[in-house]
Protein backbone atom coordinates (compact mmCIF):
# COMPACT_ATOMS: atom_id res chain seq x y z
CA UNK A 1 0.00 0.00 0.00
CA UNK A 2 1.22 3.46 -1.06
CA UNK A 3 1.84 5.84 2.00
CA UNK A 4 0.01 9.58 2.13
CA UNK A 5 2.95 11.58 1.32
CA UNK A 6 3.45 9.19 -1.77
CA UNK A 7 -0.39 9.94 -2.81
CA UNK A 8 -0.22 13.21 -1.87
CA UNK A 9 2.63 13.88 -3.94
CA UNK A 10 1.05 11.74 -6.90
CA UNK A 11 -1.90 14.05 -6.93
CA UNK A 12 0.26 17.13 -6.65
CA UNK A 13 1.85 16.23 -9.87
CA UNK A 14 2.17 18.33 -12.86
CA UNK A 15 1.02 16.27 -15.69
CA UNK A 16 3.95 17.75 -18.04
CA UNK A 17 7.17 17.70 -15.74
CA UNK A 18 5.76 15.28 -13.35
CA UNK A 19 7.71 17.01 -10.56
CA UNK A 20 5.61 18.33 -7.86
CA UNK A 21 3.35 21.73 -8.99
CA UNK A 22 4.97 25.14 -8.84
CA UNK A 23 2.85 28.01 -8.79
CA UNK A 24 -0.22 25.35 -9.16
CA UNK A 25 -3.00 26.32 -11.83
CA UNK A 26 -5.86 24.20 -12.75
CA UNK A 27 -7.72 23.54 -16.84
CA UNK A 28 -11.04 24.14 -16.87
CA UNK A 29 -11.62 21.74 -19.38
CA UNK A 30 -10.28 18.38 -17.37
CA UNK A 31 -9.34 20.20 -13.84
CA UNK A 32 -5.70 18.40 -14.46
CA UNK A 33 -2.81 20.12 -12.80
CA UNK A 34 0.03 21.99 -14.17
CA UNK A 35 3.45 24.07 -13.27
CA UNK A 36 2.37 27.96 -14.25
CA UNK A 37 5.33 27.82 -16.70
CA UNK A 38 4.69 24.44 -17.68
CA UNK A 39 2.08 25.75 -19.92
CA UNK A 40 2.85 29.06 -20.94
CA UNK A 41 2.25 29.71 -24.84
CA UNK A 42 0.49 26.39 -25.15
CA UNK A 43 -2.65 26.77 -26.18
CA UNK A 44 -4.44 23.42 -26.27
CA UNK A 45 -4.48 21.20 -22.99
CA UNK A 46 -1.88 18.60 -22.77
CA UNK A 47 -4.14 16.03 -21.91
CA UNK A 48 -7.65 16.43 -23.71
CA UNK A 49 -6.79 18.57 -26.23
CA UNK A 50 -9.58 20.74 -25.76
CA UNK A 51 -8.56 25.22 -25.82
CA UNK A 52 -6.84 25.37 -23.00
CA UNK A 53 -8.23 28.00 -20.35
CA UNK A 54 -6.71 27.70 -16.81
CA UNK A 55 -7.40 28.99 -13.29
CA UNK A 56 -4.88 29.76 -10.41
CA UNK A 57 -5.56 26.94 -7.84
CA UNK A 58 -5.06 28.37 -4.71
CA UNK A 59 -6.39 25.55 -2.18
CA UNK A 60 -3.22 23.26 -4.01
CA UNK A 61 -0.54 26.10 -3.80
CA UNK A 62 -1.19 25.93 -0.65
CA UNK A 63 -1.30 22.24 0.20
CA UNK A 64 2.13 22.13 -1.92
CA UNK A 65 3.37 25.16 0.26
CA UNK A 66 2.79 22.67 3.09
CA UNK A 67 5.01 19.89 2.07
CA UNK A 68 8.57 19.36 3.23
CA UNK A 69 11.48 20.14 1.34
CA UNK A 70 15.03 19.83 1.71
CA UNK A 71 17.47 23.39 1.27
CA UNK A 72 19.60 22.45 -1.72
CA UNK A 73 22.44 24.26 0.06
CA UNK A 74 22.61 23.40 4.10
CA UNK A 75 19.76 20.17 3.55
CA UNK A 76 17.14 21.00 6.20
CA UNK A 77 13.80 20.51 5.97
CA UNK A 78 11.87 23.22 5.61
CA UNK A 79 8.10 23.28 4.37
CA UNK A 80 8.17 24.74 0.73
CA UNK A 81 6.15 27.91 1.38
CA UNK A 82 8.88 29.11 3.56
CA UNK A 83 11.75 28.26 1.67
CA UNK A 84 12.55 31.39 -0.28
CA UNK A 85 13.12 33.50 3.16
CA UNK A 86 15.14 30.85 4.31
CA UNK A 87 17.22 30.74 1.36
CA UNK A 88 17.84 34.90 2.30
CA UNK A 89 19.49 33.85 5.24
CA UNK A 90 20.87 30.79 4.52
CA UNK A 91 24.48 30.26 5.75
CA UNK A 92 25.32 27.51 3.30
CA UNK A 93 24.12 29.89 0.69
CA UNK A 94 26.77 30.77 -2.50
CA UNK A 95 27.18 33.97 -2.19
CA UNK A 96 30.88 36.43 -2.73
CA UNK A 97 31.90 39.54 -1.15
CA UNK A 98 30.15 42.65 -1.29
CA UNK A 99 33.25 44.69 -1.68
CA UNK A 100 33.54 46.48 -4.66
CA UNK A 101 36.83 45.22 -6.37
CA UNK A 102 37.01 41.96 -4.47
CA UNK A 103 36.42 38.68 -6.44
CA UNK A 104 35.68 36.72 -2.87
CA UNK A 105 33.37 34.15 -3.31
CA UNK A 106 31.81 31.39 -0.97
CA UNK A 107 29.00 30.57 1.52
CA UNK A 108 27.83 32.92 3.75
CA UNK A 109 29.64 31.71 6.44
CA UNK A 110 32.59 31.63 4.80
CA UNK A 111 32.17 35.37 3.49
CA UNK A 112 31.43 36.75 6.69
CA UNK A 113 34.46 35.53 8.00
CA UNK A 114 36.38 36.47 4.56
CA UNK A 115 35.29 40.37 5.62
CA UNK A 116 36.40 39.89 8.84
CA UNK A 117 39.69 38.62 8.06
CA UNK A 118 40.77 40.77 4.89
CA UNK A 119 38.63 43.63 5.02
CA UNK A 120 38.99 44.58 8.68
CA UNK A 121 40.49 47.95 7.49
CA UNK A 122 37.87 48.71 5.27
CA UNK A 123 34.68 47.99 7.48
CA UNK A 124 36.22 49.95 10.40
CA UNK A 125 37.53 52.87 8.67
CA UNK A 126 35.16 55.88 9.11
CA UNK A 127 35.65 57.37 5.53
CA UNK A 128 34.93 54.01 3.92
CA UNK A 129 31.75 53.31 1.91
CA UNK A 130 30.91 49.52 1.32
CA UNK A 131 29.29 49.58 -2.53
CA UNK A 132 27.23 46.10 -3.01
CA UNK A 133 26.83 45.41 -6.72
CA UNK A 134 24.33 43.06 -5.92
CA UNK A 135 22.61 46.18 -4.25
CA UNK A 136 23.45 48.32 -7.55
CA UNK A 137 21.71 45.99 -9.53
CA UNK A 138 18.66 45.46 -7.61
CA UNK A 139 18.82 49.43 -6.80
CA UNK A 140 15.23 51.01 -7.40
CA UNK A 141 17.07 54.10 -9.12
CA UNK A 142 18.03 51.72 -11.97
CA UNK A 143 14.98 52.01 -13.99
CA UNK A 144 16.17 49.20 -16.81
CA UNK A 145 17.41 46.75 -15.01
CA UNK A 146 16.09 42.73 -14.58
CA UNK A 147 14.31 43.19 -11.43
CA UNK A 148 12.77 39.75 -9.06
CA UNK A 149 9.02 41.21 -8.19
CA UNK A 150 7.15 40.04 -5.31
CA UNK A 151 5.92 36.53 -6.74
CA UNK A 152 9.87 35.36 -7.21
CA UNK A 153 9.75 35.81 -10.86
CA UNK A 154 12.27 37.88 -12.90
CA UNK A 155 11.10 40.80 -14.89
CA UNK A 156 11.62 43.02 -17.87
CA UNK A 157 10.56 46.26 -19.52
CA UNK A 158 8.59 45.56 -22.40
CA UNK A 159 7.76 47.61 -25.38
CA UNK A 160 5.78 49.93 -23.40
CA UNK A 161 7.70 50.62 -20.73
CA UNK A 162 6.28 48.31 -18.09
CA UNK A 163 7.41 45.58 -16.07
CA UNK A 164 6.19 41.90 -17.22
CA UNK A 165 7.71 38.31 -15.97
CA UNK A 166 5.23 36.18 -18.61
CA UNK A 167 3.47 34.63 -15.89
CA UNK A 168 -0.26 34.30 -15.74
CA UNK A 169 -2.15 37.51 -14.55
CA UNK A 170 -4.23 37.59 -11.30
CA UNK A 171 -6.09 40.67 -12.33
CA UNK A 172 -9.24 38.41 -13.12
CA UNK A 173 -8.14 40.52 -16.94
CA UNK A 174 -9.94 39.61 -19.88
CA UNK A 175 -8.78 41.64 -22.49
CA UNK A 176 -5.70 39.93 -23.19
CA UNK A 177 -4.58 36.70 -22.80
CA UNK A 178 -4.07 36.92 -19.13
CA UNK A 179 -0.65 36.66 -19.07
CA UNK A 180 2.09 38.99 -18.03
CA UNK A 181 3.51 40.47 -21.31
CA UNK A 182 6.22 39.97 -22.29
CA UNK A 183 6.24 42.89 -24.31
CA UNK A 184 2.88 45.19 -23.68
CA UNK A 185 -0.65 44.97 -22.63
CA UNK A 186 -1.75 44.19 -18.99
CA UNK A 187 0.49 43.35 -16.33
CA UNK A 188 0.37 41.32 -12.91
CA UNK A 189 -0.25 43.12 -9.60
CA UNK A 190 3.77 42.06 -8.73
CA UNK A 191 4.92 43.42 -12.05
CA UNK A 192 2.56 46.92 -11.12
CA UNK A 193 3.98 47.18 -8.20
CA UNK A 194 7.53 47.16 -9.62
CA UNK A 195 5.99 50.00 -12.40
CA UNK A 196 5.19 52.32 -9.67
CA UNK A 197 8.46 51.86 -7.26
CA UNK A 198 11.07 52.61 -10.22
CA UNK A 199 9.06 55.59 -11.53
CA UNK A 200 9.28 56.96 -7.99
CA UNK A 201 5.64 58.15 -8.90
CA UNK A 202 4.12 61.06 -6.91
CA UNK A 203 1.24 59.71 -4.82
CA UNK A 204 -2.39 59.52 -6.36
CA UNK A 205 -0.56 58.35 -9.95
CA UNK A 206 -0.49 55.26 -11.67
CA UNK A 207 0.12 53.76 -14.92
CA UNK A 208 -2.25 52.92 -17.60
CA UNK A 209 -2.09 49.76 -20.03
CA UNK A 210 0.17 51.35 -22.54
CA UNK A 211 2.60 52.46 -19.65
CA UNK A 212 2.14 56.17 -19.51
CA UNK A 213 1.34 57.81 -16.31
CA UNK A 214 -2.20 58.43 -15.45
CA UNK A 215 -4.15 60.31 -12.18
CA UNK A 216 -7.48 60.77 -11.63
CA UNK A 217 -9.15 64.84 -12.91
CA UNK A 218 -12.23 66.18 -11.70
CA UNK A 219 -16.06 64.77 -11.77
CA UNK A 220 -16.97 64.95 -15.26
CA UNK A 221 -20.31 63.39 -16.30
CA UNK A 222 -20.33 61.55 -12.28
CA UNK A 223 -17.29 60.15 -12.91
CA UNK A 224 -13.74 61.01 -11.72
CA UNK A 225 -11.75 59.49 -14.73
CA UNK A 226 -8.06 58.48 -15.60
CA UNK A 227 -6.02 60.64 -17.72
CA UNK A 228 -2.37 60.41 -19.33
CA UNK A 229 -1.99 63.89 -20.24
CA UNK A 230 -1.20 63.25 -23.67
CA UNK A 231 -2.18 64.36 -27.05
CA UNK A 232 -3.89 61.65 -28.85
CA UNK A 233 -7.76 62.62 -28.85
CA UNK A 234 -9.60 63.40 -31.54
CA UNK A 235 -11.46 66.94 -32.04
CA UNK A 236 -14.69 65.12 -31.63
CA UNK A 237 -15.24 61.77 -30.08
CA UNK A 238 -16.93 58.54 -31.15
CA UNK A 239 -19.59 59.56 -28.65
CA UNK A 240 -19.84 63.09 -30.18
CA UNK A 241 -17.98 65.09 -27.56
CA UNK A 242 -15.76 67.93 -28.33
CA UNK A 243 -11.82 68.07 -27.50
CA UNK A 244 -8.83 70.03 -27.67
CA UNK A 245 -6.89 66.87 -28.46
CA UNK A 246 -5.38 66.23 -24.81
CA UNK A 247 -6.76 63.67 -23.13
CA UNK A 248 -7.37 65.01 -19.93
CA UNK A 249 -5.66 67.24 -17.95
CA UNK A 250 -8.52 67.42 -15.42
CA UNK A 251 -11.88 66.72 -16.82
CA UNK A 252 -13.38 66.00 -20.62
CA UNK A 253 -13.20 62.41 -22.28
CA UNK A 254 -10.57 60.69 -22.04
CA UNK A 255 -8.03 58.58 -24.32
CA UNK A 256 -9.22 54.69 -25.21
CA UNK A 257 -6.16 53.57 -22.52
CA UNK A 258 -7.03 55.89 -20.08
CA UNK A 259 -11.27 55.11 -20.21
CA UNK A 260 -10.37 51.32 -20.09
CA UNK A 261 -7.74 51.81 -16.94
CA UNK A 262 -10.92 54.10 -15.13
CA UNK A 263 -13.28 51.12 -15.98
CA UNK A 264 -11.23 48.47 -14.38
CA UNK A 265 -9.77 50.45 -11.53
Known amino acids: MASMASVDDFHLTCGICLEIVEDAIETCCCHQLFCELCVKGVSTCPICRENLRTTVSHVIRRMVGNIEKPCDHCKIMFQRANLKSHLEICIKKPTSCTLDGCNFSGTK ?7 ITAHAKELTSPNYKIVSRQNLNESSVD ?11 DARLGETGKYYCQGQLDTGCRCCD ?11 TACFSLDLSSRKLPKGYSINKLGHPVRKGEYWLGQRRFYCGRKVMPFCTEDGFQTDGWCG ?13 TNSA
Request: charged share 25%.
Open 249 to 261: DDDGDNCDSCKNY
Open 143 to 153: MICRKTNSFGR
Open 178 to 188: RFCGPTNGCNC
Open 109 to 115: ETTLNHL
